[in-house]
T-cell receptor
Framework: KQEVTQIPAALSVPEGENLVLNCSFTDSAIYNLQWFRQDPGKGLTSLLLIQSSQREQTSGRLNASLDKSSGRSTLYIAASQPGDSATYLC???????????FGAGTTVTVRA | NAGVTQTPKFQVLKTGQSMTLQCAQDMNHEYMSWYRQDPGMGLRLIHYSVGAGITDQGEVPNGYNVSRSTTEDFPLRLLSAAPSQTSVYFC????????????FGQGTRLTVV
């Protein structure tokens, strides 16, 4: 059974600092890995999707890397802003049963 | 473009009551799924569907029922609500099961008393 872990559970940084969010997974048999953002009381919004054959994916200030062999993905957010405050979740799509396994998320607070 | 729409947004039920959470998507996606989100835990898959007329169980299916009569709609039924089903429920859809971006609804916050 795929286990996805995100550490730390919460993070607080001053505005302008770069954010590094970690995601680890136990089973390397994945099709892709997705990063989501969740605002309080809202649904999940997809930020980046990295295919298993890719090493990284970029969108604006966001960059996500994937290392399947070590079971790790990292989301980098450059020059953080208060508007980046949210919970960030990662999810791995299994290539065995095509099910998404989610981490519990990292709650980020960016202080102005 | 509405995306994935869930209703209701909030609901309070008494133990033993039944209800249906509605989910509709307007993107012609094949794959739809229901998750529950509990504090400190990742989202857990309840049921999923790979197309109209086809459904299957996820990780935590007990106490829930689904059907998929159309591509657009995927309702989740609670048969006899229990306090352990107090949670936030999310519906999601994607083009298919593999390699595609998942779109989520806004969630239904359910409290069972």
């Amino acid at each position: 059974k795929q286990e996805v872990t995100q550490i730390p559970a919460a993070l607080s940084v001053p505005e302008g600092e770069n954010l590094v969010l970690n995601c680890s997974f136990t089973d390397s048999a994945i099709y892709n890995l997705q990063w989501f953002r969740q605002d309080p009381g809202k649904g999940l919004t997809s930020l980046l999707l990295i295919q298993s054959s890719q090493r990284e994916q970029t969108s604006g200030r966001l960059n996500a890397s994937l290392d399947k062999s070590s079971g790790r993905s990292t989301l980098y957010i450059a020059a953080s802003q208060p508007g980046d405050s949210a919970t960030y979740l990662c999810a791995a799509l299994s290539s065995n049963d095509y099910k998404l396994s989610f981490g519990a998320g990292t709650t980020v607070t960016v202080r102005a | 473009n509405a995306g994935v729409t869930q209703t209701p947004k909030f609901q309070v039920l008494k133990t033993g009551q039944s209800m249906t959470l509605q989910c509709a998507q307007d993107m012609n996606h094949e794959y739809m799924s229901w998750y529950r989100q509990d504090p400190g835990m990742g989202l857990r898959l309840i049921h999923y569907s790979v197309g109209a007329g086809i459904t299957d169980q996820g990780e935590v299916p007990n106490g829930y029922n689904v059907s998929r009569s159309t591509t657009e709609d995927f309702p989740l039924r609670l048969l006899s609500a229990a306090p352990s089903q107090t949670s936030v429920y999310f519906c999601a859809s994607s083009w298919n099961r593999r390699n595609t971006e998942a779109f989520f609804g806004q969630g239904t916050r359910l409290t069972v008393v």
